[in-house]
T-cell receptor, first 115, second 114 residues
Framework: AQSVTQLDSQVPVFEEAPVELRCNYS??????LFWYVQYPNQGLQLLLKYLSGSTLVKSINGFEAEFNKSQTSFHLRKPSVHISDTAEYFCAVRYINTGGFKTIFGAGTRLFVKA | KAGVTQTPRYLIKTRGQQVTLSCSPI?????VSWYQQTPGQGLQFLFEYFSETQRNKGNFPGRFSGRQFSNSRSEMNVSTLELGDSALYLC?????????????FGQGTRLTVV
């Protein structure tokens, strides 16, 4: 069975500090990996995704994530956070099962950026 | 293009009642998925529809059902509501089906069961 574990439920950090949100997954089949962000009272928005090729993927707002196959991880990082990055972040994997395509999400990590 | 629209945004129901939630996907998108979001549980997959057919289903009781219409709009129904059904229900649409398919989410319907 496939699963996604986000190791931290909450991450408080000061503005301009670096941050890492951790994500580990377990899968017996090939998966594609995603990070989504949810701002208060909003739905989820795609932040970045890893499909193939370079294991380091970047978003337009300074976030990056590295796919590590041996450690089955896809951690999200940002070298310097802003107040506006305060949100909940979800790691997700997408795979094929007998029923078709399926996406499962981690429990989420709430990033709280303090001034 | 308009985004994914979910109605209503907020709903309060009494235990034992039933509820229907609606989702209008982005124009041209044929796949619609539903998720239940609760604090600490993250998003739990309910079901996915593509071209009016349910293609995948999560581990929810039969009280949770859905359907998709020919215009790709989707509805989700929960019968005999329980207090534990209180959650944010999110709908996501995508152009088609595929491993790399990006999902676009609506703002959700917040259901409170009292």
């Amino acid at each position: 069975a496939q699963s996604v574990t986000q190791l931290d439920s909450q991450v408080p950090v000061f503005e301009e500090a670096p941050v890492e949100l951790r994500c580990n997954y377990s899968s017996s089949v090939s998966v594609y990996l995603f990070w989504y962000v949810q701002y208060p009272n909003q739905g989820l928005q795609l932040l970045l995704k890893y499909l193939s090729g370079s294991t380091l993927v970047k978003s337009i707002n300074g976030f990056e994530a590295e796919f590590n196959k041996s450690q089955t991880s896809f951690h999200l990082r940002k070298p310097s956070v802003h107040i506006s990055d305060t949100a909940e972040y979800f790691c997700a994997v997408r795979y094929i099962n007998t029923g078709g395509f399926k996406t499962i999400f981690g429990a989420g990590t709430r990033l709280f950026v303090k001034a | 293009k308009a985004g994914v629209t979910q109605t209503p945004r907020y709903l309060i129901k009494t235990r034992g009642q039933q509820v229907t939630l609606s989702c209008s996907p982005i124009s041209g998108h044929r796949s619609v998925s539903w998720y239940q979001q609760t604090p600490g549980q993250g998003l739990q997959f309910l079901f996915e529809y593509f071209s009016e057919t349910q293609r995948n289903k999560g581990n929810f009781p039969g009280r949770f059902s859905g359907r998709q219409f020919s215009n790709s709009r989707s509805e989700m129904n929960v019968s005999t509501l329980e207090l534990g059904d209180s959650a944010l229900y999110l709908c996501a649409s995508s152009e088609g089906q595929g491993l790399s398919t990006e999902a676009f989410f609506g703002q959700g319907t917040r259901l409170t069961v009292v």
